[in-house]
């Protein structure tokens, strides 16, 4: 299939530090991919490009054959990008289905007057809105927790709630922040599950930023893997695996022999 995001020769600096160096990625529509790579690797550097939050400084980054980078975040998202966050980013004193409700703004069409004089338009969207909140704790299994304090969720939860709040804004491109950071075994499997049944329900591309090298080699179709910025390696899980440069990347030369690629992030801490 035709890739849907493209990204040409980026390159993003702060100051003297390249924290994304010329990088050249794709991924496919509906295709479920990762980038990995050592701390400090530009991972979440090259995220923040992609959704706005950061203007490389050179390069192209095109999302359905329209280039995006120097747009607004807000924009990007209209456009069909959403994301997740490494450190969970709810709105802790509002209710969970209140935060499903914030991810529609980008999809909502009224003005500001409307809200204040309650407009009939005003009522009838906000039905919609909330009925369509509903649907979405419904499907990640939250609405006996529609109502309390989202900073009172369970962790596991926290992660699926962020999940939800980024399917309201009708995305078709979701970047998860490593989505199974903090869980147990039991929770990381229920996460890659979920995922895949994410992508295949709602149609999904999805890319990943992940640490759990199980994660990555279970879920992902193609492994994009960075260090000090640059892309050392790209192929399938099993090209990735026993790749000597990615192997280094983790553990310095001459310290990884006879490792996967799998087994050195494991090593390294």
Request: one cysteine or more.
């Given at each position: 299939?035709?890739?849907?995001?493209?990204?040409?020769?980026?390159?993003?600096?702060?100051?003297?530090?390249?924290?994304?160096?010329?990088?050249?990625?794709?991924?496919?529509?509906?295709?479920?991919?990762?980038?990995?790579?050592?701390?400090?690797?530009?991972?979440?550097?090259?995220?923040?490009?992609?959704?706005?939050?950061?203007?490389?400084?050179?390069?192209?980054?095109?999302?359905?054959?329209?280039?995006?980078?120097?747009?607004?975040?807000?924009?990007?998202?209209?456009?069909?990008?959403?994301?997740?966050?490494?450190?969970?980013?709810?709105?802790?004193?509002?209710?969970?289905?209140?935060?499903?409700?914030?991810?529609?703004?980008?999809?909502?069409?009224?003005?500001?007057?409307?809200?204040?004089?309650?407009?009939?338009?005003?009522?009838?969207?906000?039905?919609?809105?909330?009925?369509?909140?509903?649907?979405?704790?419904?499907?990640?299994?939250?609405?006996?927790?529609?109502?309390?304090?989202?900073?009172?969720?369970?962790?596991?939860?926290?992660?699926?709630?962020?999940?939800?709040?980024?399917?309201?804004?009708?995305?078709?491109?979701?970047?998860?922040?490593?989505?199974?950071?903090?869980?147990?075994?039991?929770?990381?499997a229920e996460m890659i599950e979920f995922i895949r049944k994410l992508r295949d329900d709602w149609n999904l591309t999805i890319l990943l930023i992940e640490h759990?090298?199980?994660?990555?080699?279970?879920?992902?179709?193609?492994?994009?893997?960075?260090?000090?910025?640059?892309?050392?390696?790209?192929?399938?899980?099993?090209?990735?695996?026993?790749?000597?440069?990615?192997?280094?990347?983790?553990?310095?030369?001459?310290?990884?022999?006879?490792?996967?690629?799998?087994?050195?992030?494991?090593?390294?801490?």
């Open positions: 299939m035709a890739p849907i995001l493209v990204a040409r020769k980026v390159t993003k600096r702060f100051g003297g530090l390249v924290a994304v160096n010329e990088l050249d990625f794709e991924i496919e529509e509906h295709a479920i991919a990762s980038v990995i790579g050592p701390n400090g690797a530009g991972k979440t550097t090259f995220f923040n490009c992609i959704t706005g939050f950061y203007v490389p400084e050179e390069g192209v980054i095109e999302f359905e054959g329209k280039e995006i980078q120097g747009l607004r975040p807000d924009k990007i998202t209209t456009m069909g990008i959403a994301r997740t966050y490494q450190n969970i980013r709810l709105f802790g004193k509002m209710s969970a289905i209140e935060n499903v409700m914030v991810g529609m703004h980008p999809r909502l069409s009224l003005h500001w007057w409307d809200a204040v004089i309650h407009t009939p338009a005003f009522v009838r969207q906000e039905r919609k809105v909330l009925r369509r909140a509903w649907e979405l704790l419904d499907y990640i299994g939250l609405t006996d927790w529609a109502n309390h304090q989202a900073n009172s969720l369970p962790y596991g939860a926290q992660r699926r709630l962020e999940i939800a709040r980024a399917l309201a804004s009708e995305p078709k491109l979701l970047l998860l922040d490593e989505p199974t950071a903090g869980m147990n075994p039991q929770e990381t759990d090298m199980k994660v990555v080699m279970t879920i992902s179709e193609k492994i994009t893997v960075l260090d000090f910025g640059t892309k050392i390696a790209e192929g399938k899980p099993e090209e990735i695996q026993r790749n000597p440069r990615v192997i280094e990347a983790y553990l310095g030369r001459g310290a990884a022999s006879g490792l996967s690629a799998a087994e050195a992030p494991a090593q390294a801490a």
